[in-house]
């Protein structure tokens, strides 16, 4: 938490620290030493005095920290990961390699408009939905796998940004390794993939360098009537 009353001191003496809560506190309040890297924040508003900040942290998963905006003290109030059944022991690199990872990485997410679910990517190309209607407990709610397999028969597209249509809460854009996908969350405990659009370079069809890789999804104004 920042004090931004004045503009002009950030200038001067950068940005004032009112509250703050260490990766050590977080891992003690989770009881692991697993977190390392977060990716991504996101707050949510209840209305009654409190800011719920969902972060996910690529070594750990998802973890939700409660803030009492009277005093800025921050509560860690829930730890969630997610293991995804295709890779019990890790994601599997090759035959006879897997990753150390025992669950699926997180790296970007977005909140639904109406503040009830989590849309979240994965390094391992898995698109996640988690129900925040209770902001304290988020719940799994549905999955599904993003692209193609390459010539060893193993997953090779990671997810990057994501970003809901501005015009259209059911629709979310997906950035990739392989190009741009479309889902449909309007049912978020089934959702679908309806478009892909695959990026290519002018090298050579069926090398690496061929295909290209979306890293940020920018939406577009809301349509005014």
């Given at each position: 938490k920042y004090n931004a009353s004045s503009y002009a001191?950030?200038?001067t003496e950068g940005l004032d620290t009112v509250s703050r809560k260490s990766i050590q506190e977080i891992e003690s309040d989770l009881s692991t030493t697993?977190?390392?890297d977060i990716r991504d924040v996101r707050s949510y508003d209840d209305g009654a005095g409190n800011i719920y900040l969902y972060c996910v942290d690529i070594y750990y998963g998802l973890v939700v920290l409660k803030v009492d905006i009277s005093t800025y003290a921050m509560t860690t109030v829930a730890g969630v990961k997610y293991d995804h059944p295709d890779w019990p022991i890790g994601r599997k690199l090759s035959e006879t390699r897997n990753t150390t990872f025992e669950y699926s990485r997180m790296r970007e997410m977005q909140i639904s408009n109406d503040g009830n679910y989590l849309y979240i990517t994965t390094v391992e190309g898995i698109f996640l939905v988690y129900d925040?209607?209770?902001?304290?407990?988020p719940v799994f709610a549905s999955q599904i796998t993003?692209?193609?397999f390459n010539s060893s028969g193993l997953r090779s597209t990671q997810l990057y940004d994501l970003n809901i249509d501005p015009n259209n809460n059911d629709l979310v854009y997906v950035a990739s390794s392989y190009g741009l996908y479309i889902m449909d969350v309007s049912n978020?405990?089934?959702i679908l993939q309806i478009g892909h659009l695959p990026l290519y370079s002018g090298a050579t069809p069926g090398t690496?360098?061929?295909s290209l890789g979306v890293y940020s999804v920018v939406p577009k104004k809301p349509t005014r009537s």
């Amino acid at each position: 938490k920042y004090n931004a009353s004045s503009y002009a001191s950030w200038i001067t003496e950068g940005l004032d620290t009112v509250s703050r809560k260490s990766i050590q506190e977080i891992e003690s309040d989770l009881s692991t030493t697993e977190l390392g890297d977060i990716r991504d924040v996101r707050s949510y508003d209840d209305g009654a005095g409190n800011i719920y900040l969902y972060c996910v942290d690529i070594y750990y998963g998802l973890v939700v920290l409660k803030v009492d905006i009277s005093t800025y003290a921050m509560t860690t109030v829930a730890g969630v990961k997610y293991d995804h059944p295709d890779w019990p022991i890790g994601r599997k690199l090759s035959e006879t390699r897997n990753t150390t990872f025992e669950y699926s990485r997180m790296r970007e997410m977005q909140i639904s408009n109406d503040g009830n679910y989590l849309y979240i990517t994965t390094v391992e190309g898995i698109f996640l939905v988690y129900d925040i209607t209770t902001k304290t407990a988020p719940v799994f709610a549905s999955q599904i796998t993003l692209g193609d397999f390459n010539s060893s028969g193993l997953r090779s597209t990671q997810l990057y940004d994501l970003n809901i249509d501005p015009n259209n809460n059911d629709l979310v854009y997906v950035a990739s390794s392989y190009g741009l996908y479309i889902m449909d969350v309007s049912n978020p405990n089934e959702i679908l993939q309806i478009g892909h659009l695959p990026l290519y370079s002018g090298a050579t069809p069926g090398t690496q360098e061929r295909s290209l890789g979306v890293y940020s999804v920018v939406p577009k104004k809301p349509t005014r009537s």
